[in-house]
C-alpha cells in the first residue's frame, strides 16, 4: 500500500510561483512513474507533467518552461516546481504514482489547491 501526501498549494498572484511536495510512503517509489494531474471546476482531470524513476521528464505543452518536476527517490518524494503562474492555473493538484510491471496499480494523492488570482 502506498499513500500520497501533496503540499504547497495555496494563493498566489498571476506571475507568481509555488512549490508543490507530495510525500510518499511504502516501498518501491523509485520505480514508480511519479505524475502531477490538476483538475479544474468542472473540468476533467488532466495531466501536467511526469518523471520517471530515472528522472526523465515529460510536460503538457500548457505548462513547458513554466513548470518543473523533480524528485528524489532517497527522500520518496516529487514536488512540482511552478514559475509565471497564470488563473488558468488554478485547480486542485493532485500527486500520482503508477507502478507497472505485475504490480501493475495506481495511486493518487487527495490533492491540494493552487489559486491564481489578484
Known amino acids: 500500500q502506498v499513500q500520497l501526501v501533496e503540499s504547497g498549494g495555496g494563493l498566489v498572484q498571476p506571475g507568481g510561483s509555488l512549490r508543490l511536495s507530495c510525500a510518499a510512503s511504502g516501498s518501491g517509489f523509485a520505480s514508480a512513474l511519479m505524475g502531477w494531474y490538476r483538475q479544474a471546476p468542472e473540468k476533467q482531470r488532466e495531466l501536467v507533467a511526469t518523471i520517471t524513476g530515472g528522472g526523465s521528464p515529460n510536460y503538457v505543452d500548457s505548462v513547458k518552461g513554466r513548470f518543473t518536476i523533480s524528485r528524489d527517490n532517497a527522500k520518496n518524494t516529487v514536488s512540482l516546481q511552478m514559475n509565471s503562474l497564470k488563473p488558468d492555473d488554478t485547480a486542485v493538484y493532485y500527486c500520482?504514482?503508477?507502478?507497472?510491471?505485475?504490480?501493475?496499480?495506481?495511486?493518487w494523492g487527495r490533492g491540494t489547491q493552487v489559486t491564481v488570482s489578484s
Open positions: 500520482r504514482a503508477y507502478f507497472g510491471g505485475p504490480r501493475n496499480i495506481i495511486y
